[in-house]
T-cell receptor, first 111, second 116 residues
Framework: TQLLEQSPQFLSIQEGENLTVYCNSS?????LQWYRQEPGEGPVLLVT?????EVKKLKRLTFQFGDARKDSSLHITAAQPGDTGLYLC???????????FGKGTTLSVSS | GAVVSQHPSRVICKSGTSVKIECRSL??????MFWYRQFPKQSLMLMAT?????????EQGVEKDKFLINHASLTLSTLTVTSAHPEDSSFYIC????????????FGPGTRLTVL
């Protein structure tokens, strides 16, 4: 059983479209992170959310942590080809513990 | 700041040999480091938690005698794959948690291991 269910697994869209990636769990997380990973490289941290209901924005990316701290979403506005990559959500059940990763979302944005 | 390096970035070895992978936190101290394995087109799977000065904690299904972890200082953890076999070929990634900053982890660039 996957502790963090991430969806969709694959997403192929046109430049300019909006998209949302979801990360859901039946468990409560102390914090949740979103990463982006390029092929052959390690994940790069995009954002950390720790407070239920928290919303963070990073340019065209909007991250939300659910009120109950069991789910999160990543919304990209006006996607660009440079957004192409693997997006991973990861959560820590308790502060300081190892991250549990979702299966990832492979995003492809074509021009 | 918060840079994590891994060495080597890529290694090819013969079946039966051992390979050591280093993970260093370059500009911060890390009491805890984590080792992950990632197969092609899959997500990261936690292998073990490495604590400075103590034995590593391994996840279920990970052989501690095959994947030896040493965390001898606050900036260095090593993973040794002993008697490597082709099925051990994978992308190994470490992360380091800055001491005192429980909600943050920074990842290394990964090591691609290929066992022939």
């Amino acid at each position: 059983t996957q502790l963090l269910e991430q969806s969709p697994q694959f997403l192929s869209i046109q430049e300019g479209e909006n998209l949302t990636v979801y990360c859901n769990s039946s468990s409560v997380f102390s914090s949740l992170q979103w990463y982006r990973q390029e092929p052959g490289e390690g994940p790069v941290l995009l954002v950390t959310v720790v407070t239920g209901g928290e919303v963070k924005k990073l340019k065209r990316l909007t991250f939300q942590f659910g009120d109950a701290r069991k789910d999160s979403s990543l919304h990209i506005t006006a996607a660009q080809p440079g957004d192409t990559g693997l997006y991973l959500c990861a959560g820590a059940r308790q502060a300081g513990t190892a991250l549990i990763f979702g299966k990832g979302t492979t995003l492809s944005v074509s021009s | 700041g918060a840079v994590v390096s891994q060495h080597p970035s890529r290694v090819i070895c013969k079946s039966g040999t051992s390979v050591k992978i280093e993970c260093r936190s370059l500009d911060f101290q890390a009491t805890t480091m984590f080792w992950y394995r990632q197969f092609p087109k899959q997500s990261l799977m936690l292998m073990a938690t490495s604590n400075e000065g103590s034995k590593a904690t391994y996840e279920q299904g990970v052989e501690k005698d095959k994947f030896l972890i040493n965390h001898a200082s606050l900036t260095l953890s090593t993973l040794t794959v002993t008697s490597a076999h082709p099925e051990d070929s994978s992308f190994y990634i470490c992360s380091a948690r800055p001491t005192g900053r429980d909600n943050e982890q920074f990842f290394g660039p990964g090591t691609r291991l290929t066992v022939l």
